[in-house]
């Protein structure tokens, strides 16, 4: 549902895959949890007042932010 999200995850990841440096994947990790935590839970609310019930089913069959997983 959130698909550019889901892309600036898997880019800081893979940026902290390819400098090897902790601190990158600490760095990820706190922007992805972020997204999970709080961007995402604050954009659907909005959504939902927004949409109501159009939102409300579409979001009953779609992942929030890891394809087929979340």
Do not use: W
């Amino acid at each position: 549902m959130h698909v550019n999200y889901f892309g600036d995850g898997i880019t800081y990841i893979g940026l902290a895959m390819i400098t090897l440096e902790l601190v990158c994947l600490v760095v990820s990790l706190g922007i992805i949890l972020n997204f999970i935590l709080l961007q995402i839970p604050m954009q659907d609310k909005h959504l939902s007042k927004k949409y109501g019930n159009d939102f409300t089913e579409y979001s009953r069959v779609t992942k929030k932010f890891i394809p087929f997983v979340y």
